[in-house]
């Protein structure tokens, strides 16, 4: 089953808006990444955040993480029309042994001119 | 420092077919991760390889398909006996020695794989 469950599935905003988008997982993590995907590509890599750290951030993004309630948030600040992209969260669950990482079904993000 | 590499990026066979998918790693990871991804859903992990030996195949399923990573050469995942169910997009990541948990993975542009 997937471990991740992001929040909204779509979002529309115009250039400019904050977006934010959220993450439920179900499990204890190592850690937790967030990943973009631009239509038909591969997944970039944003950001990565340990389970001992609670904010995290890099140049428009800030990723917030509170293991108690095992959600995680992505902010984007000021967005442009680059950011339009499909994002999503990945776990790294404790205890699972080997390297792989559990997906969410992502938030499509649109950025309207 | 050219990126993960993936061939072909478009692939179509039919039915009962064979699927070969080629997966090259970034310079200097020695470890490989296969993902699906069906339309509209997140990845799913399928197998996690190092050279020539396979970590992790909790993700496959249990027939037709297989995964290596030999010594020399890509890692391949082989789809056998293809079936429409198996269209998807394929995806392959690399990392350095990851440590402990999973760290930050780099993947390629992605494999589609449309069975007719």
């Known amino acids: 089953s997937q471990q991740g469950e992001e929040d909204p599935q779509a979002l529309s905003i115009q250039e400019g808006e904050n977006a934010t988008m959220n993450c439920s997982y179900k499990t204890s993590i190592n850690n937790l990444q967030w990943y973009r995907q631009n239509s038909g590509r591969g997944l970039v890599h944003l950001i990565l955040?340990?389970?001992?750290?609670r904010e995290k951030h890099s140049g428009r993004l800030r990723v917030t993480l509170d293991t108690s309630k095992k959600s995680s948030s992505l902010l984007i600040t000021a967005s442009r029309a680059a950011d339009t992209a499909s994002y999503f969260c990945a776990t790294d669950p404790l205890g699972q042994g080997a390297q792989k990482l559990v997906f969410g079904q992502g938030t499509r993000l649109t950025i309207n001119p | 420092n050219a990126g993960v590499m993936q061939n072909p990026r478009h692939l179509v066979r039919r039915r009962g077919q064979e699927a070969r998918l080629r997966c090259s790693p970034m310079k200097g990871h020695s470890h490989v991760y296969w993902y699906r991804q069906l339309p509209e859903e997140g990845l799913k992990f399928m197998v996690y390889?190092?050279?020539?030996?396979?970590?992790?195949e909790s993700g496959m399923p249990k027939e037709r398909f297989s995964a290596e990573f030999p010594k020399e050469g890509p890692s391949i995942l082989r789809i056998q006996q293809v079936v429409r169910g198996d269209s998807a997009a394929y995806f392959c990541?690399?990392?350095?020695?990851?440590?402990?948990?999973?760290?930050?993975?780099?993947f390629g542009p992605g494999t589609r794989l449309t069975v007719t």
């Open positions: 955040i340990r389970s001992n750290e």
């Open positions: 390889l190092q050279k020539e030996n396979i970590i992790d």
């Open positions: 990541a690399s990392s350095p020695n990851p440590g402990t948990g999973a760290g930050e993975q780099y």
